[in-house]
């Protein structure tokens, strides 16, 4: 897909790709750890401010504690809860009736201003005062006053109030200088025995009434009275939270207390109303949180265990409709939120009860960013105080938007910045691949001119780099391509010309081997001719050859007839000569018979070569035993064999058995060599031998004949198989014969599968050794029948050999 793009377009999406993701990549990174590091900055910040402030806070606790401590100890205080315990005995119990005009008409009716709809939870009955020391008081000090409530300078006496009101006279403005000086809302003394508020410095409608059993005697600071009553350590001091204080018209009130021991004995209490402006103050920074680095959403507040705040918050004075707006916005109750309005204040009032006032109050200490009271999302640093008796919490909080804003701007710049980065890398991006393609693309068009022939159109060089480079190759590359065009056609002219040259020289070729063909076909007609003259000569001469097996057959058998009428009546005249002892006629008439004998045995020799050469001669195979016949042929022979003076040996294997072969033909085999042997040989000694052995699984027989006749020279041992040779001329005219006597020998062993040799030395005597298988297979019964047209070619049937002696 890419690969299909062009250069231009693929180096813009290159370097696009390359800009935007470095630039995407550093901008990830340097955005990550840039908000890391404000995060970092914020919570450090926040924990500065609230360490600091967390000390105040705790130091302020501390030195309260010892101011009351102090004051608790001193005789000041301690006498004048004597004296104003006294002078409260000395009063007359007043029932003065404008008691419950004042409350309904002054102090129910600021409370409900204040307090909205709280009216109701305060019953005015269990308010007005019954005791009537205290009536008396309150109606002297509180109600007969233009200013009902507040300090009072002044000097009263009202009915028998002379002696407490000396008393008053006395310890008031000192009372007054400690309450000024230590910075706190109220002071009270109060009788340990009664619970009665003796003296307090405002007189607000607590005063005079018994925190054991007047109206207020299950309130915080009863609570607190009690506490120090029963203390018995001196340095004893008492803090009791914030709450809901119905003399202070519903405000929430805390207080501390100390026990005024007189010697062992606990005779007071000295109690003080906590300033909720110290702790306001220091919490709020005197309201200049910009000032302690927290800029224009932070705040450090306190929450008490029952998540509620301890000082105001600083959206409730800053912008008060803002802040009642989201108080609203995230579901707090109404009635908190009206009595926040009367009562102007958040103590006490506003919960927070959120992810990190969770974690401090169980213990925890650290920095995290959750939704504060109003929703808002806020960085938080937080820890426990420690404070006496009080589960308070510090925190210190800046909205996350506000910590954030700076880094915010930071990564708008930034953007901007890496978009404009963007859109220059781009557009240089373009230019270049423009810079770089235009001279491509003239070099494309050149390109396209060269592969479409155009080669006069020089190609000009179109920049300075390596693709004005590849120009000048194409311009040279043109040049060259020209040249070898011109030499192209120049060549092609030429082999034109040479190609018809050639054409011509072929085509006269191709008339000559046409001329030769012709020729040849006249020269294969003739040798056709002649091979036909030559299968019709051989044809001929085969028929010469069957006529002339044919006329000797017939011949000789035609002479054997006439021949044994000869021998018959020759020696029936031997007969008659010897029995008229005419020796003269006896010896004519014995030639005759042998020179007939002779020519007959040349007849029936002729007939057998005949036979052979005719393929009229078979095989008879039959089993016989060997010895027999072998003693047999010694017994036919022995007078031919003594007629030399020669002696007959036998040298037969024990045991030579049978043999399976053509009984006939082995007997003519041995008759003929032996009767050789006897011709050649005189006073000597001829042996007739016959083994058997086997070779390889041949089961073979040796038959043959030895003599110590006049020998074979050795240049004529293979020749006297051949028919009609002798191996001398001389011995033919001294011993007679035919020279057909081996050859038959060897013809016969051929057709019985065997073999025949001679072995000689002159002078000294001769073998005649023949090989023949003990058991002979007729090879032309098992390969076929013997052709009929040769049986043919026999004019009478073959009659059975006869030996040279049988007639
Ligand atoms: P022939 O009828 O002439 O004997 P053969 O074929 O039987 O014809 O023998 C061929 C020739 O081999 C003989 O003429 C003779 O010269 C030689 N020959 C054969 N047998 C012997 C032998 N035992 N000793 C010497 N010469 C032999």
């Known amino acids: 897909m890419f690969g299909r793009l062009k250069i231009g377009t693929k180096i813009l999406a290159v370097t696009g790709t390359i800009a935007v993701s470095v630039i995407v990549a550093i901008g990830l990174v340097s955005d990550f750890s840039t908000r890391n590091a404000f995060e970092a900055d914020a919570y450090n910040k926040l924990t500065a401010v609230r360490e600091m402030k967390g000390q105040q806070i705790e130091s302020y606790f501390n030195q309260v504690k010892n101011s009351v401590q102090i004051l ?26 404008n008691v419950e005009t004042y409350y309904r008409d002054n102090f129910f009716k600021r409370y409900t201003e204040n307090k909205g709809e709280i009216i109701t939870a305060v019953n005015i009955t269990t308010i007005i005062p019954t005791d009537l020391i205290t009536r008396h008081l309150q109606a002297f000090y509180i109600m007969n006053e233009p200013h009902i409530v507040g300090p009072d300078d002044q000097d009263r006496t009202v009915g028998h109030m002379e002696y407490y009101n000396l008393i008053h006279q006395k310890y008031h403005p000192v009372f007054n200088d400690y309450l000024e000086r230590f910075g706190f809302y109220d002071f009270f003394l109060i009788n340990a025995t ?62 501390i207390t100390a026990p005024v021991f007189d010697q062992d004995k606990v005779v007071g209490v000295l109690a003080f109303q906590m300033p909720v402006d ?19 959403s932070g705040e450090t507040y306190l929450v008490g265990e029952d998540k509620l705040l301890r000082n105001q918050s600083r959206f409730f004075i800053e912008d008060r409709e803002n802040y009642f707006d989201m108080i609203t916005r995230i579901g707090l109750a109404p009635s908190t939120i009206s009595k926040i309005r009367a009562l102007d204040t958040t103590i ?10 969770t974690a401090a109050l169980a213990g925890e200490t650290g920095v995290a960013l959750f939704e504060d009271y109003r929703g808002v999302p806020v960085f938080s640093s937080f820890r426990p105080l420690k404070l006496p008796d009080l589960d308070w919490v510090i925190m210190s909080e800046i909205d996350e938007a506000e910590a954030f804003a700076p880094f915010d701007d930071l990564r708008d710049r930034m953007i901007m910045l890496a978009s404009v980065l963007i859109a220059i890398t781009i557009i240089i991006s373009y230019f270049f691949s423009l810079s770089l393609t235009r001279p491509l693309r ?91 003259e030559l299968i019709a000569s051989k044809v001929a001469a085969d028929e ?16 054997r007839t006439p021949m044994n009428a000869i021998i018959g009546y020759a020696e029936m005249l031997a007969e008659d000569a010897d029995e008229d002892d005419d020796e003269d006629r006896l010896s004519d008439i014995k030639k005759i018979i042998d020179s007939a004998k002779h020519l007959l045995a040349l007849i029936n020799d002729v007939l057998d070569i005949s036979k052979i050469e005719s393929g009229t001669m078979g095989l008879d195979l039959e089993t016989f035993d060997l010895e027999m016949m072998v003693r047999d042929v010694a017994s036919t022979t022995k007078a031919l064999i003594e007629k030399n003076d020669n002696v007959l040996a036998m040298d037969i294997d024990d045991d030579i058995g049978e043999a399976y072969a053509d009984l006939t033909k082995v007997r003519q085999i041995l008759l003929n060599m032996v009767s050789n042997a006897a011709k050649f040989t005189s006073n000597g000694t001829i042996t007739l031998f016959a083994k058997r052995y086997t070779e390889g699984e041949q089961d073979n027989l040796r038959l043959g004949v030895s003599d110590t006749g006049i020998g074979i020279p050795e240049d004529m041992l293979s020749e006297i198989f051949e028919e009609f040779t002798q191996a001398d001329d001389s011995t033919t005219r001294s011993f007679g014969g035919t020279g057909l006597g081996l050859a038959l020998v060897r013809r016969f062993c051929q057709m019985m599968g065997g073999n025949v040799w001679a072995e000689s030395v002159v002078g000294e005597g001769s073998s005649f050794i023949v090989d023949i298988p003990a058991i002979v297979i007729d090879q032309d ?18 009659e059975p050999l006869d030996t040279p002696t049988n007639d």
Not at 551 to 557: D, P, Q
Request: hydrophobic share 35%; aromatic share 8%; charged share 25%.
């Open 544 to 559: 010469a050859n069957k006529a002339k097996s044919t006329f000797l057959l017939n011949m000789s058998h035609e002479l």
């Open 442 to 532: 003239l070099l494309e068009g050149a390109a396209k001119g060269l592969s479409m022939g155009q080669l006069d159109q020089p190609i000009e060089r179109a920049s300075g780099d390596e693709i004005g480079d590849l120009a000048e190759d194409f311009e040279g590359m043109r040049v060259a391509l020209q040249h070898s065009f011109d030499e192209v056609e120049h060549q092609k002219e030429g082999l034109e010309i040479r190609v018809q040259e050639r054409t011509a020289e072929l085509d006269r070729a191709i008339n000559k081997q046409a001329e030769q063909n012709l020729k040849l076909e006249d020269k294969n007609v003739q040798l056709q001719a002649f091979q036909n």
């Open 781 to 798: 019964a098992v390969a076929a029948v013997p052709e009929s047209s040769s049986a043919t070619l026999l004019t009478e049937p073959v």
């Open 278 to 296: 110290r702790i306001n103050d220091i919490m709020t920074s005197n309201q200049q949180w910009s000032k302690v680095g927290l800029g224009e």
């Open 72 to 97: 608790s100890k001193s005789s000041d205080v301690r006498t004048a809860i004597t004296e104003f315990n006294n002078g409260i005995t000395y009063l007359t119990p007043y029932r003065n009736p």
């Open 348 to 357: 006490g009032l506003q919960i927070v009860d959120t992810e990190g006032t």
């Open 194 to 255: 009664d619970g009665r508020i003796v003296y307090s410095v405002f007189k607000e409608v607590d005063y005079a009434t018994s925190l054991l059993t007047g109206p207020y005697k299950d309130t915080n600071l009863a609570r607190a009275f009690r506490a120090a009553r029963e203390a018995s350590d001196p340095n004893f001091v008492k803090f009791v939270d914030f709450e809901p204080y119905v003399p202070s018209y519903g405000a929430p009130a805390a207080f």
